[in-house]
């Protein structure tokens, strides 16, 4: 999708997503020792195919970065587009 979309980042259930009508796209994530390991990320088959997975993490990466989180990556996907971007993102890792 052309349009760039709004990250929302809803603490309580530790998820950084997209409200979109036409269904889900989200990241999850658990804080361990203050290091957001990054654990899940999901697009709705509704969804798939428009570059919105790709987008998604790529703002939850600039997301971590603005506010100096660490993070660690559990989900091959986001670790995927985080190594796409190695020198960007690197500083993230602890």
Known sequence: MSSKKKLIHDEQKQQLYFS???GEAYVTYNI????????????SHELR????????????????LDRNIKIKISCSYIDKVFNQDLDKYSSLME
């Open 20 to 22: 979109l009508p036409e």
């Open 32 to 43: 361990e020792n203050g290091i957001w390991n990054l654990n899940y990320s999901l697009v």
């Open 49 to 64: 195919g428009q570059g919105i997975a790709k987008d998604l993490v790529k703002q939850t990466l600039e997301f971590a």
